[in-house]
């Protein structure tokens, strides 16, 4: 065992309990799953033959899911609809001693559900049921005041922008505002479509490389490894966010972390994975991971670590997916075998 490995083991029970508020978009991830053998006689398609069916948390939900299977307090606060998936949302959320008691209901939008068909390790179609359209200010008012009254009893906020419209321009700002008033780091993991400047403030930033690229807004041709532009994109998008760190997930090679107090280059870590069925999902684990690590006083060099670990095990399997923290340990002593 590496003595970088050892430590990280030393350190990881200190995130259970963490207690971590989460607001962004929320939804349920379906899946269908089978095999295919032949192509349908009424179109040039695949007839999926069901051998069975699956149902998890999805988007921001799915980063609760991750607080909770390491230990911590995930306190979701996020908007459904009132229908019967709201119900099967709450559910599932139960499952994961998540409550469902912080989120909001919009009588005018469905609760986000994304359908998906999957045959061996192919996804054959996807069949999305949401609205993206911004939440009302009545209703971005309510999902507010949810904050503010939970806001003491966290130890960090992460927001979750998935551009179904719960994430305002305004309601970004207050949530920020709000939480570093009351002395709350916050972390943000972004979509490419929000203007990067909505997003100012942050402490930490989690984009993917192509979220990066889009948001930094700059010209470059390529930013595909550590020897190229990419610490052109961290510094820029350090800059323009005023943030403490922006860590670039890169999938398989890695993430890569640029700080205020860091070399200009930015410090690289490499991937942990050692195979890769799936990748869905894997942000959210990440910022879960990084956020809680963070907020029990471990470096940010030792949460990264940690975090990419956690990635490690999560894009081993199908679909949106969670680890545990004896699971996480057992990769790392795997892992350095």
Known sequence: MTPSSQHLLGEI???????ILIVGDVGLDEYVIGSVRRISPEAPVPIV?????DMRLGLASNVAANVASLGGVAMLVGVVGRDEAANVFADQLKKYKCSPEYL???DERPTTRKLRVIAGQHHIVRVDFERKKFITDEVAGRLLERVRNLIKSCDGVILEDYAKGVLTADL???VIDVAHKNGKLVSLDPNRTTPVDLYAGVDYFTPNTDEAIALSELKLDDLR???DSLHEVGSSLLKRLNAQGVIVTRGKDGMSAF???????????PTFARSVFDVTGAGDTVIATLTM???SGLSLEDSCLLSNYAAGVVVGKIGCASTSIDELKEYI????Q
Do not use: C, M, W, Y
């Open 13 to 19: 029970d200190k995130i259970k309990g963490k207690r």
């Open 49 to 53: 033959e069901v051998s069975g069916e």
């Open 104 to 106: 909001i209901v919009d």
């Open 172 to 174: 970004i700002k207050a």
């Open 225 to 227: 490894s550590p020897s």
């Open 259 to 269: 700080t205020k107090s860091g070399a200009p280059q930015g410090q690289h870590f």
């Open 293 to 295: 690590a963070l907020t």
């Open 333 to 336: 002593l795997s892992h350095t």
